[in-house]
């Protein structure tokens, strides 16, 4: 094998499997998109706004199958959060920093005062330097919001006193954002992507839980493939998008990060009944109670598309003016005009 054949065949064994699989993280756009009011800018549901934001909710993943190493660590992260390492760390969930640089610093600290808790780890199957780390999903969702948010905020400025190149600019940033952040909250609600047993069972295991590594595989997209379902009575499950976050979008320093956190730590409560699941034989295609595993992960695949319905429906509902962009537009304006009686 050359070289590169043979780093890029290391790096994919050793990469944390990744979500839901591409179909499955385009059906939970859909649903997302069936949630959205009437009223929602129509720029966003266009048939190729629809077709932009399906693609786009694999984009993340796609980003992952490269062998640049910087990308790699940055980006594998973003995609779990082991809520089960806090404990370990010694991190009150209350006391989580909602900066992530500051977590990294919390992280850091938590390995350095319980380093028994924390088995070495070998370099050469650490190629990206991220197994010391529990991940950084909610911090993602949070900052995503905030980006869609301002863009919502400068399009609405735009839309007042900008070009009609700068508005066209502006709603593609939105939908190109709407189909990004979507990606993560749909990671967040397989609930393998919030656990340090993502991959089959580790460590002591007093209930003889799987520990089968085709599990994580088996959940993301294996199971229902098998199984089948019924895709438009899903899609007629959607119920409409509420406010995710009824934070005042006026105060500053409010933000949406303890929404995002509650989120993931939500979606790992899930985790032993997942498990407990494949345990009693609800998630073998061939069973007779495969019904019962089908109807989990439906509802998964759901929570995430309202979840992010919300998200989306939020963002636009508050986002103010862009007050900065609102002052540099006038100015250009004023110039303009003066260039204008100069020249006329
Ligand atoms: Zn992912």
Redo the contacts with the bound molecule.
């Keep these: 094998m050359k070289p590169a054949f043979a780093l890029m065949a290391l790096l994919l064994c050793l990469q944390r499997a990744?979500?839901w699989d591409y179909e499955l993280h385009r059906l939970i756009h859909e649903l997302a998109l069936a949630s959205l009011p009437t009223h929602f800018p129509a720029f966003t549901t266009t048939h190729n706004s629809r077709e932009r934001i399906a693609f786009l909710s694999g984009e993340?993943?796609r980003w992952?199958n490269t062998g640049d190493v910087p990308l790699r660590h940055a980006n594998g992260p973003e995609?779990y959060f082991d809520v089960d390492d806090l404990e370990h760390l010694g991190i009150a969930p209350e006391k989580i920093s909602p900066f992530r640089e500051q977590f990294i610093l919390q992280v850091h600290a938590g390995r350095a005062a319980h380093p028994d808790r924390f088995p070495p780890i070998d370099p050469k199957k650490d190629p990206d330097h991220v197994k010391w780390f529990p991940g950084l999903l909610p911090w993602k969702i949070a900052e995503d919001y905030a980006r869609l948010k301002s863009a919502f905020s400068y399009l609405q400025t735009f839309e007042k006193d900008g070009t009609p190149d700068e508005v066209a600019n502006a709603q593609a940033n939105v939908v190109h954002l709407m189909g990004i952040m979507g990606?993560y909250l749909a990671?967040a609600a397989q609930p393998l992507h919030t656990t340090r047993h993502f991959n089959g069972w580790v460590g002591p295991n007093p209930k003889g839980y799987t520990t089968n590594k085709t599990f994580h595989a088996w959940i993301d997209g294996n199971f229902l493939k098998r199984v089948g379902f019924d895709r438009p009575a899903l899609l007629k499950r959607v119920r409409p998008a509420e406010l995710a976050w009824k934070g005042d979008p006026k105060k500053l320093r409010d933000h949406i990060f303890p929404v995002a956190l509650d989120y993931v730590r939500h979606q790992f409560e899930l985790v032993e009944p997942l498990y407990q699941l494949e345990k009693e034989g609800k998630l073998s295609a061939d069973s007779e109670s495969a019904a019962e595993g089908r109807e989990f992960l439906l509802r998964q695949l759901l929570v995430a598309g309202q979840q992010l319905g919300d998200f989306w429906y939020s963002a636009w509902q508050q986002a103010g003016p862009d007050t900065f962009l609102q002052v540099y537009l006038a100015r250009r304006k004023l110039e303009e005009s003066k260039r204008e009686r100069a020249n006329p």
């Design positions: 990744v979500a993340p993943d992952r995609h990606h990671d």
